[in-house]
């Protein structure tokens, strides 16, 4: 699309147009409100060639814009250490709350095709990293998110004697990069590459704008134009990708009424076995840590189904500086006002380490479904959201594992009884906890739904049978042990 | 003190200590709790040598506790983007909120002694990487931070030893660092730093337990009482750092009722002047861009004083890329619950970037002053914090401005009527606005104070008479673009 692209006249002069451009800038400014008002996230991506003009292009918008409503991030090729977690895991940790503008200087088009033009990614990581990209922005606009695009165009001969205007300036050097270079040398396979990008990407509810970079009143204009009337339409009606059809491979899962309870390990056994699989654990961390690779590992379960227990068993096994607990608890405010799984996006372990979630996104699926926390709409398209995102996970090469601790009423009803009548325990029961379990048969029908739909065999489900407590620790050890194997 | 440092005999056999330990993991387990409730802020430092056991020493502490009310963290080496602040913000980036603990794998007294064993830095700047410490240390506490600082030692051959033993391991290897070898071929130097930095930093209220890293159940007990009887200790009486004299350098500051308001500047030479002081500016947030000098500007004033005009002023001439404004409201919970200069450490400038802080860090000697938000010894003790806070900044090598700006009250009301009479100004004026505005005495009584004693020749105070907002911009930015000549 970028290949055929030409700009028409618009038969304006000078003057003409530094009028329009205040009259949208006005429109952005009282846009800026009505955004915060209506609890709108906006996202405005400015793309394009080296030495476009994409940081004037910026300028000229946020130009009547109050700082307190909007941010402005430039995103510079990823860092050594920023390599280490899914290359989307820097888009979205910076994703903005609701009501508040972000515009974000270059995003991942530059880098994929960066990349690409570097030879650091093949066609097909190319191709999966655009494919990354298009599930972000769907799922950003699903949950309420507008996302402007705009792209900042100049022909081969343009960027050419810019980036050596730049590099004749002592002050202006260093802002001309080898990557910029490159873009210049292989300006053909960089528009190639950007075409392709940009057409991967280019949904009704998403489209690019493609502005005139050698002319900078024009491109300017262009860009207040557009901005402004996307948010106007924005703030009048929500337009919402339609929903994708996705076939995913699944696992099958028994119902939670089937799984049978009666497993147990007496103390002896499950001393020496302690032993043993904490020893292997140990020796394992080491290697993956050596080897550089994450792992994600989910625990849900009943109240008092002994997943601290589980947890604590498998960390006495591991160095405490390769991996983290994460007890999930009730999003805070700054983390309501962004999509749900922004909180587990950016908990992410980096390559060689664990986290373990006490509690997770699945959530969304559960409590959320069943309190009413969010709309029916937001927790059915969550399976498929969960299912994206583990499978960026796993694409990246993390090992993710979901343990499911399962005990019976009885059970249950038992272990609150002696938490109650143990002082020392008494503070691990609320009321809350009586609460969720007058609807153990709503929960029961969420956790069965949840485990046939996102039990993938790259990140699949263990029901552990927990009505013994000895038994289940040792399981979810093995579990973890035979996976982590399985993958070094 | 770590060169004459020797264990004393304990007089246990195995089996005794590994009851004792259990006891004091139980009693660490129930503090936990009382930690959570009391709010009590724990920091748990474990510095010590290479392969001397401080990973084995916090997996022994946390043994029996919770991961919802602790984190483990352990500091690597800064990254290149991490030098890229003064050296403390990593430190204060992961201090806990009230009510959890923090145990920290290794910190600045390791940081220290590795940069200096290297040669990364002189004996100066050891001695004032281990003064900012101290001045950290002392801050935290003051704030009602807790410190527990150990000490894991171990002789040179068994480093040796130990190093070698996981060198030879193909999953271990990785662990033994450079810097390691290092550490363990200057032993002689590196115990004599090591030494100097813990005598520079143990003060009453936070002493160094060493521990004797060649006897892994001693080091574990003696960490277990320690840790726990620090704790108990906390929670009966919160011990604080007596208030230390200081004499800085203050410059002499007007009283605001002497501050003249007839300055003013017609449009005309206004515009012109704009266009002139924009472009040097623009220059010269390249320039700083290319030397990497960071600069933090803060603006306070009135309400209505014309705060966000002369910010958009200076904006519109810089690069957004380099710049970012940020707007400061009251702390939100997980601010308040940590030291009040947290959310500013987190927020600087890295090198070649200007942060604007419309409102800032004065808040303390203001506005928390005035309503009771603090008690009197916080915000008493809050112009020494901040003299420190700002020279931690200027002696990194930051430029560092404050600017207030004045108007008298007749102006501010012809400024808040204008604004309510006008429909899309209206959002800028709140109750609030005409709340602050009756107090208008005891806020020129703290405003006074506040200049009078945080006015430091490295981080000045700048009285802008703000009558005429054109007058107001424009100086605004002579006087920032003054700074930044001097300071390239």
């Not at 959201?385 to 399962?406: P, S």
């Amino acid at each position: 699309m970028l290949k055929e692209w030409t700009q028409e006249e618009d038969g304006l002069d000078g003057a003409q147009r530094k009028q329009l451009l205040k009259q949208y800038r006005q429109t952005l400014e009282r846009q800026q409100l009505q955004v915060k008002e209506a609890g709108l996230p906006v996202i405005v991506l400015v793309e394009g060639w080296g030495a476009a003009g994409k940081g004037d292009a910026i300028q000229s918008l946020i130009r009547e814009l109050d700082p307190r409503y909007y941010s402005v991030l430039s995103m510079k090729p990823p860092t050594e250490e920023e390599r280490r977690w899914p290359f989307l895991k820097r888009y979205v940790q910076c994703i903005p709350p609701a009501g508040k503008l972000l515009f974000l200087d270059s995003g991942w088009l530059d880098e994929l095709v960066r990349e690409r033009l570097r030879g650091d990614l093949s066609e097909q990581q190319f191709l999966r990293g655009l494919e990354s990209a298009r599930m972000l922005e769907r799922q950003l606009a699903d949950s309420g998110y507008l996302l402007i695009k705009l792209f900042l165009h100049v022909d081969e001969r343009t960027q050419r004697e810019r980036l050596e205007r730049l590099e004749s300036g002592r002050d202006t050097a260093w802002r001309v990069t080898e990557d910029d270079r490159r873009q210049n040398r292989d300006y053909d396979r960089a528009l190639e590459l950007f075409s392709q990008g940009m057409e991967e990407t280019d949904p009704d509810w998403a489209r690019w704008k493609i502005l005139d970079g050698t002319r900078r009143d024009r491109a300017r204009l262009e860009a207040a134009r557009w901005v402004s009337e996307r948010i106007g339409q924005a703030l009048e009606k929500r337009e919402t990708p339609p929903t994708p059809v996705r076939n995913w491979e699944l696992l099958p899962m028994p119902e939670l009424s089937q799984v049978p309870l009666d497993a147990c390990l007496e103390e002896e056994r499950y001393q020496k076995r302690l032993k043993k699989l904490r020893k292997r654990l140990g020796a394992l961390h080491n290697e993956l840590y050596r080897k550089k690779v994450p792992v994600v590992l989910a625990f849900e379960g009943w109240d008092a189904a002994g997943k601290g227990g589980s947890i604590k068993r498998l960390t006495s096994a591991l160095d405490p500086r390769g991996y983290e607990v994460l007890p999930i608890a009730a999003p805070e405010p700054g983390e309501k006002e962004r999509h749900y799984l922004w909180r587990f996006w950016t908990r992410l372990p980096k390559t060689g380490h664990i986290a373990i979630f006490d509690r997770s996104w699945y959530g969304r699926v559960m409590v959320e479904r069943i309190e009413g926390l969010c709309a029916p709409e937001d927790w059915q398209r969550a399976y498929d959201e969960i299912n994206e995102f583990e499978r960026e996970l796993t694409d990246f090469g993390a090992v993710v594992l979901k343990f499911w601790l399962q005990i019976d009423q009885d059970t249950q009803l038992a272990r609150f009884e002696q938490r109650q009548n143990t002082p020392e325990k008494r503070w691990k029961i609320t009321e809350e906890d009586w609460r969720n379990r007058k609807k153990w048969d709503q929960y029961e029908t969420a956790v069965n739904e949840m485990l046939q739909r996102t039990s993938t065999p790259a990140a699949p489900w263990y029901i552990i049978p927990a009505a013994d407590k000895r038994f289940a620790r040792i399981r979810v050890m093995e579990l973890v042990i035979q996976a982590l194997e399985q993958a070094l």
